[in-house]
């Protein structure tokens, strides 16, 4: 069974910085694509940032430059640093994961529009306080 369960969300002051960690387990492919998706009440969910099993990543316009997908294959964790933190980034975030040789833009857009395509973490919640 597949299981990926977040950590290391919390309160953080503007400017500062947290690092989410996802634990992955169940799956018997090493074709994975995964990936951190944020929701705020009344919005819908979406996708910042994503990593193929090639590695090549993809991310979004709001965060570029900000915070970094990263995996560790060994430990078998995904993680997404996260710096120059901004009260806007406050949202649940939520890793994902999905089967197949997929880019990570074309991960990012169908798990958006399809989410039942892949797996979900129960997601973490941050908060950024200006």
């Known amino acids: 069974q597949i299981h990926l369960v977040e950590s290391g969300g919390g309160s953080v002051q503007a400017e500062g910085s947290l690092r989410l960690s996802c634990a992955v387990s169940g799956f018997t492919d090493r074709r994975v694509c995964m990936g951190w998706f944020r929701q705020v009440p009344g919005k819908a969910r979406e996708g910042i940032a994503a990593?193929?099993?090639?590695?090549?990543?993809r991310y979004a316009d709001a965060i570029k430059g900000r915070f970094t997908i990263s995996q560790d294959n060994a430990k078998n964790t995904l993680y997404l640093q996260m710096d120059s933190l901004k009260p806007d980034d406050s949202a649940m975030y939520y890793c994902?994961?999905?089967?197949?040789?997929?880019?990570?833009?074309?991960?990012?857009?169908?798990?958006?529009?399809?989410?039942?395509?892949?797996?979900w973490g129960q997601g973490t919640q941050v908060t950024v306080s200006s």
């Open positions: 990593i193929a099993n090639d590695g090549s990543t």
């Open positions: 994902a994961a999905a089967k197949g040789a997929l880019t990570a833009d074309s991960f990012m857009r169908t798990m958006t529009d399809f989410p039942d395509f892949g797996y």
